[in-house]
C-alpha cells in the first residue's frame, strides 16, 4: 500500500506553532504517512526579529528545517498547516508563501488534496476560529478537500472543544493538546490514505 505524502507546513515565532507542527509530523508518521516538515519563511526585518530575544532564538532553533517551496505543496497528497493567528487570520510570513502558490494552483497542483490546520493565540477568543476559517477557505479555493477534527474523538471535549481544528492557548502545548493534534493528524492521513488509495 502505498504511503499517503503529507506536508506539514507550519509558522512560528516563539515555538509553540513548531512543537504542534513537530508533534504532528511524528503522529503521522506513526500513521504510515511520509512527511515533509517545512516551515514558512522569516519576512520580519532581521532587526526586529533580533529586537526580541526570545522569537530570535526560535528562529535559531528552527534553522535546520527547511523553508518551505511550491513542490512540496505540489508533491504532497494532503497538507496539516500550523501557525498563529494574526488579528484573526493567518501570519503575513504564512500568506507571503501561499501568494507564490498561483501557477501550481492555476494548473490545478493543488487540488484533490485533504487539508487540516490547526492555530494558536493568546487568550481564549484571540481570533483561532476565523484563522482556521480563513485557511480552510482559501484550501477550497484550492480544491482542497477540508478535514476538519470536529468532534470525532472524544479528546476534542478535553482540548478546548474547537472542531475546526485544534487552538493552543497563551502559548501552553500540554499533553493534552498533543493528544489532540496526534488525533487530527492520524485523521487527516486515514482520509488521505482513503482518498489516494482510490
Known sequence: MTAPKITILFYSTYGTNHAIAEAAAEAARAA???VRLRRAAETAPRAVVESQEAWAAQLEKMKDI???QVDDMVWADG????VPTRYGA????VQA???????AWSEGKLANKTFTATTSAGNTHGGQETT?????????HWGAIIVAPGYADPIKFED????YGYSAIGGKFDETGAKSVAFQAR???EMTRRLVAG
Do not use: W
Open 66 to 68: 527547511p523553508e518551505v
Open 79 to 82: 497538507y496539516f498547516l500550523s
Open 90 to 93: 493567518a501570519p503575513s510570513q
Open 187 to 189: 485523521r487527516l492521513v
Open 97 to 103: 508563501f501561499i501568494d507564490t502558490l498561483g501557477g
Open 132 to 140: 482556521l476559517m480563513a485557511l480552510n477557505r482559501m484550501a477550497i
Open 160 to 163: 478546548g472543544g474547537n472542531p
Open 32 to 34: 504510515g504517512a511520509e
